[in-house]
Each structure stands twice: as C-alpha cells, then as structure tokens.
C-alpha cells in the first residue's frame, strides 16, 4: 500500500533531512518548495520526491500536496529575517492559512507533526530541565512568532490527530545556525557568551528526522507536545573540547562580555537591515545566546514513542565537521 507525506520547507535544513529519512523507510513525499533549482540539487531524478511548486501562501500548491496523503509534516519556518514582520507573516500566518485549507481539503490525514521550536517557551529557569513543560515565555521574535503557530495548530487542528515537536539546537550536515561555532573552533577560539559555560541542549538532525517519523506513527503521540534532545545538556567547553579533537586543533577561551555580544547584535542588525538581507545575527539572538539555560528534556518522548538518540555525540560531531570539511565550509 502507498505511503504518501507531504512535508512542507522541503529543502530547509531539517526538511532535506526528513526527506531523505523517509525516502528510506519507503515513504512516497511531496516536497512543497519554492526554488525549483534547490529542490533539483537535492532531489532531481529521485522518483519518490515529488515537488509541489510554491509556499504556505499558494492555495493550488497546498491542494495538490494535501491531496490523499497520510501525513503532513510542517516543518516550514523563518528562523531569520531582515524584517521582523517576517517571521509572523509565515510562522504564525503562514502556519494559520495551511491549516485552514487542511481544513477544507483533507479530513482524513492519520498524523500532523508540527516542527515548532524551544524557542517557542524561551530559556530555562535554572540548570535543571524541568519535569513539567514550562509556560512557555519565548524572548525573541522567532520565539513568539513560533508559539502563535502552535496557538494556531491547536486551535485549527483540535479535531485531528496533532502532534507538536520542539527541537533545541539543531546541528548536522548542511547546518547553517551553529556553524559558526565550528568555524571558530577550528580556527582555534572558543568563544564563551559572558564569560560563563553556559548549558545548551542539542538534536543532531537524523536523530530529529527519525523522531519526527516516529511520533507521527505512534497513536499515544495524538494530542500532545514533546522535546526531543540528548538526554543530557552539554556545556560549551565540552562541546568546544570535543569539536578540537576532532579537528585536531589547539583552542583557547575567549570571553565576550554581554555588553559587547549584545552590540554586535544591534550593529549587524542595523547595517543588514539597511541592505535589506536576513541576518541571523542581531539583537533578538544575542538576547537570547547571553541566556544561561537552552535546556530541556526528552523524557516524555522516551515514553510514549521509545525516543533515544541514536546517534552519540561525537559521532554527531564527526559526521556534522568531514561535512564542513567536504564542502570547504570550514575555511569560508
């Protein structure tokens, strides 16, 4: 029998990653994406992947990939932009207009999965995850922008089988976000916000694509919201030390005050604005790097549909650096 996904931000990050995950478990995708050229670099001539030409705004594109599917996954996002107007304009409306025409054109999917964000609930109170899910205080426009596509999902999706995910960091192949970090790493320099060794939860991102699969084939995952992350946060001296081993590097601390995290945020905000480009450095972000818990916990996800990283983290590490390395990403 055909299994059929329709899977929106097709060629994002964790899009190309889910895809690939369930081309390999034989599902059939419909692949919304926008850049055709971008899609045929990833996925030309693989006749599992179909491409529904456009975004969350396109009525007709939204018809044809509803049409018949099993499940949807919306994992379509901003996570920076030149404007904040951006980010609520596809993550909250954006998000709302997919699920009215869910709504009106397929009753009958057996799973959505909504990709949201830890974003979305903002920063732990201290360096213990906390058992319960927090209220949710997101402290940037991404965050808040997020949350409201959750609102959303809740509100339009009440009568489906929704299932909502919040991944930290995500890293892995391809990875933009936290490539700095290992930019930096491998020119020797730690860099550490404020000072302190902050504590940050992580999701490689297979581990994210297998998870987002398997929730959406679990009935106890119906209703409900999960994190999905390594059992344990990490420290960023760890992750540094790990990252130098394996780039054979010699790295050195450097603290950079908050003050001055901070005004870098407002400068490079300033001057991309002005360019009209998305940058993923600016106020709202270094707001939220100064913060001193990224932290969550996956045990819900444990237990109601057996998560657990499959991959350790220095295999992570690993996998993520000889992709920089492979593709000159490292010496840019």
């Known amino acids: 029998m055909s299994k059929t996904a329709f899977v929106t931000g097709a060629t994002g990050f964790v899009g190309r990653h889910l895809i690939a995950h369930l081309r390999q478990?034989?599902?059939?995708?419909r692949a919304l994406a926008r850049n055709p050229d971008k899609f045929d670099a990833l996925f030309g001539g693989e006749p599992s992947v179909e491409r529904i030409a456009g975004d969350l705004t396109d009525k007709d594109a939204l018809r044809r990939g509803l049409a018949d599917c099993d499940l949807l996954f919306h994992v379509a996002g901003v996570t920076k932009a030149a404007f904040t107007d951006e980010y609520y304009r596809i993550n909250h409306q954006g998000t709302a207009f997919?699920?009215?025409?869910?709504?009106?054109?397929?009753?009958?999917?057996?799973?959505?999965?909504?990709?949201?964000?830890?974003?979305?609930?903002g920063p732990a109170a201290s360096s213990r995850p906390p058992a319960e899910f927090p209220e949710p205080r997101p402290i940037s426009h991404y965050g808040r922008s997020k949350l409201l596509g959750e609102e959303e999902a809740r509100r339009l999706m009440a009568d489906y089988p929704l299932t909502i995910i919040r991944p930290p960091a995500v890293f892995g192949p391809a990875d933009t976000d936290v490539l700095?970090?290992?930019?930096?790493?491998?020119?020797?320099?730690?860099?550490l916000i404020g000072g302190d060794d902050k504590l940050v939860s992580l999701i490689y991102v297979e581990d994210l694509a297998m998870a987002l699969l398997a929730a959406a084939l679990s009935p106890a995952t119906t209703g409900r919201t999960y994190f999905v992350c390594y059992d344990e946060p990490f420290r960023w001296k760890e992750l540094g030390a790990l990252a130098a081993r394996i780039l054979t590097r010699q790295v050195r601390c450097i603290a950079f005050p908050h003050l001055l995290t901070r005004t870098v945020g407002i400068l490079s905000e300033f001057i991309h604005r002005i360019a009209g480009r998305a940058t993923k450095l600016n106020q709202d972000t270094t707001r939220e790097m100064t913060q001193s818990y990224w932290i969550c916990s996956n045990e819900r996800a444990?237990?109601?549909?057996?998560?657990?990283?499959?991959?350790?983290i220095e295999e992570a590490f690993a996998k993520t650096i000889s992709w920089y390395q492979e593709h000159g990403q490292l010496s840019r």
């Open 25 to 29: 478990q034989d599902w059939q995708v």
């Open 302 to 312: 444990r237990e109601d549909f057996n998560f657990r990283p499959h991959f350790p």
């Open 180 to 191: 700095m970090f290992f930019k930096m790493v491998s020119r020797g320099i730690l860099p």
């Open 98 to 121: 997919l699920y009215e025409q869910v709504r009106e054109l397929q009753p009958a999917l057996a799973k959505i999965v909504h990709v949201s964000t830890l974003a979305a609930v």
